[in-house]
């Protein structure tokens, strides 16, 4: 069993700093357990119990249509350097999408780019660290920038498109909230 936090701590936020990838899990109430890998310039620690994380265009859009229905989220990182960590914040999130109006206003913490889907606006309850003695060592060769030139090619109102057609369902076919209030 890991030791068990209120709140990050700064030593905790650093770690986070130096990740290059971090995981997210959300559920509804029934159906299936979503569990997405993220990364590029996506995420924020504004306090020791808050953490703002964008989200991009995907095949996918789960954890929006999980937080429409249960609020509760897990994010975790793993340290895949010399340092065996992995460090899980456990809470309750909101979805902000781009219709909302306090998107601006939270957009304004990350870079514009586009193909922002939504921003996760998490209320961390627990901060977990567990060793991470059986987490193997990777090195960061960079970022991808497929994504980016999908989104160019597509522009806006391809992207708009995109959401309509392929991410407002859940896979168990819930809405997510992407084309709107309902």
């Not at 986070?16 to 959300?26: E, M, R, S, V, Y």
Request: charged share 20%; hydrophobic share 35%.
């Amino acid at each position: 069993m890991g030791t068990q936090y209120d709140a990050l701590s700064d030593a905790h936020i650093k770690l986070i700093g130096k990740q290059h990838l971090f995981f997210c899990a959300t559920a509804a109430p029934t159906g299936l357990v979503n569990v997405s890998p993220k990364g590029m310039d996506s995420l924020r620690v504004l306090s020791p119990n808050r953490i703002l994380w964008r989200n991009f265009t995907g095949s996918g859009n789960e954890t929006a249509g999980h937080l429409a229905q249960s609020n509760r989220m897990t994010l975790m990182w793993c340290s895949f350097t010399r340092q065996p960590i992995i460090l899980r914040a456990y809470g309750t999130a909101r979805t902000i999408h781009p219709h909302d109006t306090d998107w601006a206003e939270l957009a304004e913490h990350f870079p514009p780019q586009p193909g922002m889907r939504q921003i996760y606006d998490m209320s961390i309850d627990m901060v977990q660290k567990s060793c991470g003695y059986a987490v193997p060592f990777f090195e960061h060769a960079g970022d991808r920038d497929t994504l980016k030139h999908w989104t160019d090619d597509k522009g806006e109102d391809g992207i708009r498109t995109y959401w309509t057609e392929r991410n407002s369902r859940t896979l168990d076919g819930a809405p997510t909230g992407i084309d709107g209030p309902a």
